[in-house]
C-alpha cells in the first residue's frame, strides 16, 4: 500500500529521451510539472503494467535498499502542506465543540461527585481552571498546526491535551476522534510544514522544500485503511441484513431513493448496501488514476450526507480534506497559479519546489548513500501501517472490554455497525453491614449513558458507588446491574448477571468477563416476525420483546396509565407472580394473561431453554387525552363555522383566541391542546425556513458556543493569573458568558404565554 502512494505523482512523468503526456494531472491548462520525476527507467519500451497502475517497478520492492529509496523519493509538498492547513483548521472548531470547551465547566467543576471512566486508572481531571488552560494550549496548539508556525510545538501543544483528554473518558470515544490523535501524531512527524507556512518564511531551507514519498504513504495508508475496514466490519450479517441502520431510510436525504424504492428496499440497497459498496471501494477508488474522479465524486457526496444525517462534528470534512492527499501532490500550487495576480501575494508559492536532504534517492550500490534515518522512517511507515492493521483485529488479546461487540468503541472502525436500544436499567445496592437493600436512579453520578453497555465501566462505576455511597449512610455497598439490551432490533435481553456483585466480581483486560451474558444469536431468525407482529398492531398499542435466560426472573411495574397490559409467550414457558395479589400463573407457548396496572408483578423463566415473550400495552391516559383533544378541536371547528349551539363558556374562550375572563381558570386540556399546536406550527416554520434562515439560525447557535468558550476561558486564564473574585462577581460573568441573545418577545394567544423557543 505504502509505494503506491507516489502513483499519483507519476502525473507529470515524462517519457525518457521523449515528451510523453503527462498521466495523472489535471485536465485543461496548466502550468507543465513542476517536479522531477523518479530515476529514469532501464532499458527499452513502453512502462509496464506496474508503473502504469502502481506508479513503479515491481522489481523496486526487491529489497531493503529499493524501497528505501522508492519512499524518499522527492515530492511536491503542497498537497501535504493544504491538507495540515485544513487539519488544524477543523482541529481548531472542534475544541469548543465535540471536545467540549463550551460546557467544561459542566464537566469538570471542582468538588462535583461524579464518576469517571478513564482507560488507565490513574489519569485524572486537573482542577477546572487549569483544564481551560489546558484546552487553551490545545486549541492554540490546533491554530499552530494550521499555520504552520512552530510547528513541532504546535503539534505537540495540540496532541498532548488531546490524547490526555481521549484517554480520560472512554464515554467520548468514538472511531472519529481516535482518527484525529492518528492523524495529528502522524502530520507531527512528516514535514507538513514545508508549504504554505509561518516557519517557512524564516527557514529558507524548509520553504517550499520537497518532502520524501513515505509522507504521502504513511497518511493515504491512514485513510485507505479507515475506508477499507469499515467496509470489512460492514459484512456483518447485521449490516447485510439491513437491520443496523434501518430507521436511516426515513430521513429526507433519501426521499429521492424513496420515489421508486419501498423505504424497506432504500434501506437494504441504499443505506446498508450503498454503504458497504463505497467503504469497501472508496481508497481503491481514491488510489488508481482513472477511478480517482469517480471516487472523489462518490466520497464527496458520502460525507456531505453523513454531515446532515450525524451529530460527528468535523469527521465529514476532515475526510473531504483528506481526499486531496490522492490527488497529484502539486493541486494546491496549480490552484493558486489560477489565481488572479493581485492575489496570489498572500498565497503560497507556485514555484517548483527545492531540494531537500530528508528527500533523496541516494546513489551507489543497494544500500549505498542512504542514512540511518531513512531506514528509520522506512521502517516506520511499515510498522505502523501493519500496527493499524492489526490493532482492529487485537481484541483476542484485551478480551475484558468485549462485550456483545469486541472492544471499546472507538478504535476498530466498526462505524454504525451495531445500534441498540434499552428498555430496562435498575441499579441495586445492598448494606454490606444491615443487609438494607435500595435502588439508585441509573447513570446517578455519571455524565454519560455509554457505561450501560460495557463491563469494564460497569466495573469501574461499581468501584465508584462503592465508594461514594457510604457517604450516604450505605456501609460496604453491593452493587448489582440488571441492563437490558436490544442490539439491531433483537429481543430485549440482559447483558450481565443481575445476581453478581460487581463490586467484587473479577474483571480484567486480558480475560473474559465471567459475568457478562451471552448474545442470543440463535434468537436472530425472530427479528422478521418481530417486524410482523409490531405491523399488526394498532396506532394505540405498543410492544416490547423479550428474551431471558432460564432460572432468572423479571421484575416489572406496569404504570397505572397503561390501563391494558398483557403478556404473551412465544417461545418456552415463563410464570408470572402478581406480587400484590400473591398469585402464580403458568403460561407457555401461545398463552397471554392481562397483568394489573399500578402493581409489580415478575416473570419467571422456568423452562429449560431461553424464553421469549411479549408485552402489549395501550396507554389508556394518553389514549383519553387525544380523545379530549379531539372534542375540543371539533367543538371549536362548530363555533367558527357557526354550526355551535350554545356559547363557548369563559374557560373555553381561548380555543376561538378570545380572552380568560379574569377570576377564571383556564382548562388544562385547552391549554395542552394549544401548547401543542404552537409546537407544532414552530416544528413547521423551522422545517420550511429558507435558506438564509437556516444559515442564520446555524451561525447564531455557532456564535454563542464560541462566545461562550471564549468568555469562560478568560475567566479561568484570569483566575490563574490573578486569584478568583468573590463569589458574586463570578456568578455575574458566567452568567454573562451564558447569555444567548435577546429573547423573542412574549407573544400571547387568548391570554396564554407564547412557551419559549428553543
Given at each position: 500500500?505504502?509505494?503506491?502512494?507516489?502513483?499519483?505523482?507519476?502525473?507529470?512523468?515524462?517519457?525518457?529521451?521523449?515528451?510523453?503526456?503527462?498521466?495523472?494531472?489535471?485536465?485543461?491548462?496548466?502550468?507543465p510539472?513542476?517536479?522531477?520525476?523518479?530515476?529514469?527507467?532501464?532499458?527499452?519500451?513502453?512502462?509496464?503494467?506496474?508503473?502504469?497502475?502502481?506508479?513503479?517497478?515491481?522489481?523496486?520492492?526487491?529489497?531493503?535498499?529499493?524501497?528505501?529509496?522508492?519512499?524518499?523519493?522527492?515530492?511536491?509538498?503542497?498537497?501535504?502542506g493544504?491538507?495540515?492547513?485544513?487539519?488544524?483548521?477543523?482541529?481548531?472548531?472542534?475544541?469548543?465543540?465535540?471536545?467540549?470547551?463550551?460546557?467544561?465547566?459542566?464537566?469538570?467543576?471542582?468538588?462535583?461527585?461524579?464518576?469517571?471512566?478513564?482507560?488507565?486508572?490513574?489519569?485524572?481531571?486537573?482542577?477546572?481552571?487549569?483544564?481551560?488552560?489546558l484546552?487553551?494550549?490545545?486549541?492554540?496548539?490546533?491554530?499552530?498546526?494550521?499555520?504552520?508556525?512552530?510547528?513541532?510545538?504546535?503539534?505537540?501543544?495540540?496532541?498532548?491535551?488531546?490524547?490526555?483528554?481521549?484517554?480520560?473518558?472512554?464515554?467520548?470515544?468514538?472511531?472519529?476522534?481516535?482518527?484525529?490523535?492518528?492523524?495529528?501524531?502522524?502530520?507531527?512527524?512528516?514535514?507538513?510544514?514545508?508549504?504554505?507556512?509561518v516557519?517557512?518564511?524564516?527557514?529558507?531551507?524548509?520553504?517550499?522544500?520537497?518532502?520524501?514519498?513515505?509522507?504521502?504513504?504513511?497518511?493515504?495508508?491512514?485513510?485507505?485503511?479507515?475506508?477499507?475496514?469499515?467496509?470489512?466490519?460492514?459484512?456483518?450479517?447485521?449490516?447485510?441484513?439491513?437491520?443496523?441502520?434501518?430507521?436511516?431510510?426515513?430521513?429526507?436525504?433519501?426521499?429521492?431513493?424513496?420515489?421508486?424504492?419501498?423505504?424497506?428496499?432504500?434501506?437494504?440497497?441504499?443505506?446498508?448496501?450503498?454503504?458497504?459498496?463505497?467503504?469497501?471501494?472508496?481508497?481503491f477508488?481514491l488510489?488508481?488514476?482513472?477511478?480517482?474522479?469517480?471516487?472523489?465524486?462518490?466520497?464527496?457526496?458520502?460525507?456531505?450526507?453523513?454531515?446532515?444525517?450525524?451529530s460527528?462534528?468535523?469527521?465529514?470534512?476532515?475526510?473531504?480534506?483528506?481526499?486531496?492527499?490522492?490527488?497529484?501532490?502539486?493541486?494546491?500550487?496549480?490552484?493558486?497559479?489560477?489565481?488572479?495576480?493581485?492575489?496570489?501575494?498572500?498565497?503560497?508559492?507556485?514555484?517548483?519546489?527545492?531540494?531537500?536532504?530528508t528527500?533523496?534517492?541516494?546513489?551507489?550500490?543497494?544500500?549505498?548513500g542512504?542514512?540511518?534515518?531513512?531506514?528509520?522512517?522506512?521502517?516506520?511507515?511499515?510498522?505502523?501501517?501493519?500496527?493499524?492493521?492489526?490493532?482492529?483485529?487485537s481484541?483476542?488479546?484485551?478480551?475484558g472490554?468485549?462485550?456483545?461487540?469486541?472492544?471499546?468503541?472507538?478504535?476498530?472502525?466498526?462505524?454504525?455497525v451495531?445500534s441498540?436500544?434499552?428498555q430496562?436499567?435498575?441499579?441495586?445496592?445492598?448494606?454490606?453491614?444491615?443487609?438494607d437493600?435500595?435502588?439508585?436512579?441509573?447513570?446517578?453520578?455519571?455524565?454519560?449513558?455509554?457505561?450501560?453497555?460495557?463491563?469494564?465501566?460497569?466495573?469501574?462505576?461499581?468501584?465508584?458507588?462503592?465508594e461514594?455511597?457510604?457517604?450516604?449512610?450505605?456501609?460496604?455497598?453491593?452493587?448489582?446491574?440488571?441492563?437490558?439490551v436490544?442490539?439491531?432490533?433483537?429481543?430485549?435481553?440482559?447483558?450481565?448477571?443481575?445476581?453478581?456483585?460487581?463490586?467484587?466480581?473479577?474483571?480484567?483486560?486480558?480475560?473474559?468477563?465471567?459475568?457478562?451474558?451471552?448474545?442470543?444469536?440463535?434468537?436472530?431468525?425472530?427479528?422478521?416476525?418481530?417486524?410482523?407482529?409490531?405491523?399488526?398492531?394498532?396506532?394505540?398499542?405498543?410492544?416490547?420483546?423479550?428474551?431471558?435466560?432460564?432460572?432468572?426472573?423479571?421484575?416489572?411495574?406496569?404504570s397505572?396509565?397503561l390501563?391494558?397490559?398483557?403478556?404473551?409467550?412465544?417461545?418456552?414457558?415463563?410464570?408470572?407472580?402478581l406480587?400484590?395479589?400473591?398469585?402464580?400463573h403458568?403460561?407457555?407457548?401461545?398463552?397471554?394473561?392481562?397483568?394489573p396496572?399500578?402493581?409489580?408483578?415478575?416473570?419467571?423463566?422456568?423452562?429449560?431453554?431461553?424464553?421469549?415473550?411479549?408485552?402489549?400495552?395501550?396507554?389508556?391516559?394518553?389514549?383519553?387525552?387525544?380523545?379530549?383533544?379531539?372534542?375540543?378541536?371539533?367543538?371549536?371547528?362548530?363555533?367558527?363555522?357557526?354550526?355551535?349551539?350554545?356559547?363557548?363558556?369563559?374557560?373555553?374562550?381561548?380555543?376561538?383566541?378570545?380572552?380568560?375572563?379574569?377570576?377564571?381558570?383556564?382548562?388544562?386540556?385547552?391549554?395542552?391542546?394549544?401548547?401543542?399546536?404552537?409546537?407544532?406550527?414552530?416544528?413547521?416554520?423551522?422545517?420550511?425556513?429558507g435558506?438564509?434562515?437556516?444559515?442564520?439560525?446555524?451561525?447564531?447557535?455557532?456564535?454563542?458556543?464560541?462566545?461562550?468558550?471564549?468568555?469562560?476561558?478568560?475567566?479561568?486564564?484570569?483566575?490563574?493569573a490573578?486569584?478568583?473574585?468573590?463569589?458574586?462577581?463570578?456568578?455575574?460573568?458566567?452568567?454573562?458568558?451564558?447569555?444567548?441573545?435577546?429573547?423573542?418577545?412574549?407573544?400571547?394567544?387568548?391570554?396564554?404565554?407564547?412557551?419559549?423557543?428553543?
Open positions: 500500500m505504502a509505494p503506491r502512494a507516489g502513483a499519483a505523482q507519476a502525473g507529470g512523468r515524462q517519457r525518457r529521451g521523449g515528451g510523453g503526456a503527462a498521466r495523472g494531472t489535471p485536465p485543461g491548462p496548466g502550468p510539472p513542476l517536479e522531477p520525476g523518479p530515476p529514469p527507467r532501464t532499458g527499452p519500451g513502453p512502462p509496464g503494467t506496474a508503473r502504469r497502475l502502481l506508479g513503479f517497478e515491481l522489481r523496486e520492492l526487491a529489497g531493503w535498499g529499493r524501497l528505501v529509496r522508492l519512499l524518499h523519493r522527492p515530492r511536491d509538498p503542497a498537497a501535504l493544504a491538507f495540515r492547513g485544513a487539519f488544524g483548521l477543523l482541529m481548531a472548531l472542534d475544541v469548543p465543540q465535540e471536545r467540549g470547551l463550551a460546557h467544561l465547566d459542566a464537566r469538570f467543576l471542582d468538588g462535583l461527585e461524579v464518576c469517571r471512566f478513564p482507560l488507565l486508572p490513574f489519569l485524572q481531571p486537573l482542577p477546572l481552571d487549569w483544564m481551560y488552560l484546552y487553551t494550549i490545545m486549541f492554540l496548539g490546533a491554530l499552530g498546526v494550521m499555520a504552520g508556525c512552530w510547528y513541532r510545538l504546535s503539534c505537540v501543544a495540540f496532541l498532548g491535551p488531546y490524547w490526555y483528554l481521549l484517554l480520560l473518558d472512554k464515554t467520548s470515544w468514538n472511531n472519529h476522534s481516535y482518527l484525529y490523535g492518528l492523524l495529528g501524531t502522524q502530520l507531527a512527524l512528516l514535514g507538513a510544514d514545508r508549504y504554505g507556512s516557519d517557512g518564511l524564516f527557514r529558507p531551507r524548509k520553504r517550499n522544500a520537497h518532502v520524501p514519498l513515505w509522507n504521502y504513504a504513511l497518511l493515504r495508508a491512514q485513510i485507505f485503511i479507515v475506508y477499507f475496514i469499515a467496509g470489512l466490519k460492514k459484512l456483518d450479517g447485521d449490516w447485510v441484513g439491513g437491520y443496523s441502520m434501518a430507521p436511516l431510510a426515513r430521513h429526507w436525504l433519501f426521499s429521492p431513493f424513496r420515489l421508486v424504492l419501498s423505504e424497506e428496499l432504500t434501506s437494504r440497497l441504499v443505506v446498508h448496501g450503498g454503504g458497504l459498496l463505497l467503504d469497501l471501494s472508496a481508497g477508488l488510489f488508481f488514476d482513472p477511478t480517482r474522479p469517480l471516487g472523489l465524486v462518490l466520497v464527496t457526496y458520502f460525507h456531505c450526507m453523513n454531515s446532515q444525517l450525524f460527528i462534528g468535523m469527521f465529514p470534512y476532515t475526510m473531504l480534506a483528506s481526499s486531496g492527499l490522492f490527488c497529484h501532490p502539486s493541486w494546491p500550487r496549480r490552484l493558486v497559479s489560477r489565481c488572479p495576480r493581485w492575489l496570489r501575494g498572500g498565497l503560497p508559492s507556485t514555484r517548483p519546489p527545492q531540494p531537500s536532504p528527500a533523496t534517492t541516494g546513489a551507489g550500490g543497494a544500500r549505498g542512504l542514512r540511518p534515518r531513512q531506514h528509520l522512517a522506512t521502517a516506520f511507515t511499515l510498522l505502523f501501517v501493519l500496527e493499524q492493521l492489526f490493532l482492529p483485529y481484541h483476542f488479546i484485551t478480551q472490554y468485549n462485550n456483545w461487540t469486541n472492544g471499546l468503541y472507538g478504535y476498530s472502525w466498526d462505524m454504525m451495531h441498540r436500544s434499552h430496562h436499567v435498575k441499579v441495586t445496592y445492598r448494606d454490606g453491614l444491615t443487609g437493600i435500595g435502588y439508585l436512579k441509573p447513570g446517578v453520578f455519571t455524565q454519560s449513558r455509554r457505561w450501560k453497555d460495557h463491563v469494564d465501566m460497569l466495573k469501574q462505576y461499581s468501584l465508584c458507588l462503592s461514594l455511597l457510604p457517604r450516604y449512610n450505605v456501609s460496604q455497598p453491593h452493587i448489582y446491574f440488571d441492563v437490558w436490544s442490539i439491531n432490533d433483537r429481543f430485549q435481553q440482559r447483558l450481565v448477571d443481575p445476581r453478581v456483585d460487581v463490586v467484587r466480581a473479577p474483571w480484567s483486560p486480558w480475560l473474559p468477563t465471567p459475568w457478562l451474558l451471552p448474545l442470543l444469536v440463535e434468537l436472530s431468525p425472530w427479528r422478521q416476525r418481530l417486524q410482523e407482529l409490531e405491523a399488526q398492531l394498532d396506532n394505540n398499542t405498543d410492544a416490547v420483546f423479550i428474551a431471558d435466560f432460564p432460572g432468572l426472573h423479571l421484575e416489572n411495574f406496569v397505572s396509565d390501563g391494558n397490559t398483557s403478556v404473551r409467550v412465544l417461545q418456552g414457558e415463563v410464570l408470572v407472580e406480587v400484590e395479589q400473591q398469585q402464580n403458568s403460561l407457555r407457548q401461545g398463552q397471554a394473561m392481562q397483568v396496572a399500578g402493581q409489580y408483578h415478575k416473570v419467571h423463566t422456568v423452562s429449560p431453554e431461553p424464553s421469549c415473550y411479549m408485552y402489549l400495552f395501550v396507554n389508556t391516559t394518553a389514549l383519553e387525552l387525544e380523545r379530549n383533544l379531539e372534542r375540543l378541536r371539533e367543538l371549536r371547528d362548530r363555533v367558527r363555522n357557526g354550526t355551535a349551539k350554545e356559547p363557548l363558556p369563559p374557560e373555553l374562550q381561548p380555543l376561538v383566541g378570545g380572552p380568560v375572563a379574569p377570576g377564571t381558570a383556564l382548562d388544562p386540556l385547552v391549554s395542552a391542546l394549544l401548547r401543542r399546536e404552537r409546537r407544532l406550527e414552530e416544528q413547521t416554520r423551522r422545517r420550511e425556513a435558506v438564509t434562515q437556516r444559515l442564520l439560525r446555524f451561525l447564531r447557535k455557532k456564535y454563542f458556543i464560541f462566545r461562550r468558550s471564549a468568555l469562560m476561558t478568560l475567566i479561568a486564564l484570569r483566575n490563574l490573578l486569584g478568583r473574585p468573590s463569589p458574586e462577581q463570578l456568578a455575574q460573568e458566567v452568567t454573562f458568558a451564558n447569555w444567548r441573545g435577546e429573547e423573542p418577545e412574549e407573544r400571547t394567544q387568548g391570554g396564554i404565554p407564547e412557551p419559549p423557543q428553543e
